[in-house]
DNA sequence: CGTCGCTTTGATAGCCTTCAAGAAATGTGG
DNA sequence: CCACATTTCTTGAAGGCTATCAAAGCGACG
């Protein structure tokens, strides 16, 4: 718990004190950075009073849950969130991290119930946005910036699948990591310092590997001097190495 | 050539051939199960105008290319497309096939250039569609119709995901072929017969496996029966088998 | 201090990749 | 229409990497 509040502060742009703000998004500390940083800029401010107060989440819960009635997306404010999608077969498959300023439920939107079910990895907050003002937002203009929002999501997705084809594990990890190094210097973090609440489970099943050849390699890397030893909050002490392992990224 | 032609088609709406039908939606032969067949209903007749004359492509013949500036997507009307990616270490990654009806070319519009260049396997057909009146559709009132165009692309990418983190070839081989069965289905084809026009070497490497794995595997199960002997139209003997392997699909 | 969950480490086996060669299909020129 | 060259696909054998099974650390928590 107490690490979980340390990997917390490091990544909350908004500190360890969620709730203390108004949902209004000129005041949200993500702004710069937010998906929806290009609709702001020509209309959101009018939408402001109509996004939902920031959601304040526990470690575990539940933002929602597959099949559950879908009628808004969510932007993460600060924490860390995993969607998580179960097969026909009964299998879980680790679908995609959140780090703020990032959106997520969108797949509801196509039958109107979620296809997965999306839960807190640390403490965290998240905005609440509900269909029908996205629809204002197009309405008042702003289809050029959300043509530029989906395929922002698209490439994202184009990059996330190219690391899954390359059959190395190494690449497949070092992919990941450079990914979220590229997150954190957007949100104008250190790159090398990246919080990984997840266990080591979720991260193998992420990248589509066992859990103990993961684990190998992270300690491989480890005994090299590539990588710090901490777990939740990983050290990237030769990023050249690591992009070197990760070549394969556009 | 004439086999080529053949495939065609069998895959063709629009039969053998094209360029003589107007751009409009209405008399569109994917128009049931094109991505925007939402937006027609609501709103596409109002455009159907402004939809340029079906652009009519050879086999190899580029829809675009990277880095080409982006001002328009593209929906197919008939025939298959790929999409290539190349990283910065020179790796060339099939990203994707384009079947009719399916939406292509809107990850340019995220920097206004093309991220991966788009090529014609056989002959081919294609409605092209200017951003600016993608624009227009929004303004019109076509926001949730739009939503689900997105989710539905974003469920689609989480299924290829799905398979590609599968580790097994077996696996990973028959998800493709169950996607492509349901593509068919859509299209109201009969999901047995599969028009396979890419050559193997792309199909590897889009599943993330070798030329040899994957020829290796196809051999096996023709010989068990499972799938007719044919190599671009696949004929699928014994669908139930191939669903058995691709359990993991959602 | 002991239990429980998560992670690390070890040994073996299986699958896929790699390297290599041959077969089939395709294209070209005579 | 055939012969030849080129590309594409299939098949084979050996090796490496990851999965699987198994057990031992490690940390959290009561």
Redesign the pocket.
């Known amino acids: 718990?107490s690490?979980s509040a340390t990997v917390n502060n490091r990544i909350h742009p908004i500190g360890g004190v969620p709730g203390g703000h108004s949902g209004h998004c000129e005041l949200c500390p993500t702004r710069t950075v937010c998906t929806a940083r290009d609709l702001q800029r020509e209309v959101l401010g009018q939408l402001a009073e109509r996004i939902d107060t920031t959601r304040v989440l526990q470690r575990n819960d539940y933002l929602f849950r597959e099949g559950d009635t879908s009628d808004s997306c969510y932007v993460v404010r600060s924490g860390v969130f995993k969607s998580v999608t179960v097969t026909t077969a009964g299998e879980e498959y680790v679908t995609r991290f959140h780090y703020p300023g990032e959106l997520v439920g969108l797949t509801g939107q196509m039958t109107g119930r979620h296809l997965d079910s999306t839960l807190a990895l640390t403490a965290s907050t998240a905005c609440r946005i509900s269909v029908r003002d996205f629809g204002r937002l197009f309405a008042l203009g702003a289809d050029r910036a959300l043509l530029r929002l989906i395929a922002e999501r698209e490439a994202g997705d184009r990059n996330l699948e190219i690391n899954l084809r390359q059959?190395?594990?190494?690449a497949r990890i070092a992919g990941f990591l450079v990914l979220l190094m590229r997150r954190q210097e957007r949100l104008g973090y250190a790159p090398t310092t990246l919080p990984l609440p997840m266990?080591?489970?979720d991260l193998a099943n992420h990248l589509?590997?066992?859990?103990?050849?993961l684990?190998?390699l992270?300690?491989k890397w480890k005994r090299a001097g590539v990588i710090g030893p901490e777990?939740t909050s990983m050290e990237i002490f030769k990023p050249g190495e690591i992009a070197t392992l990760a070549y394969h990224l556009s």
Chains 1, 2 share one sequence.
């Open positions: 718990m690490q059959s190395s594990a190494e266990s080591r489970t589509g590997l066992t859990l103990e050849c684990s190998r992270l300690g777990r």
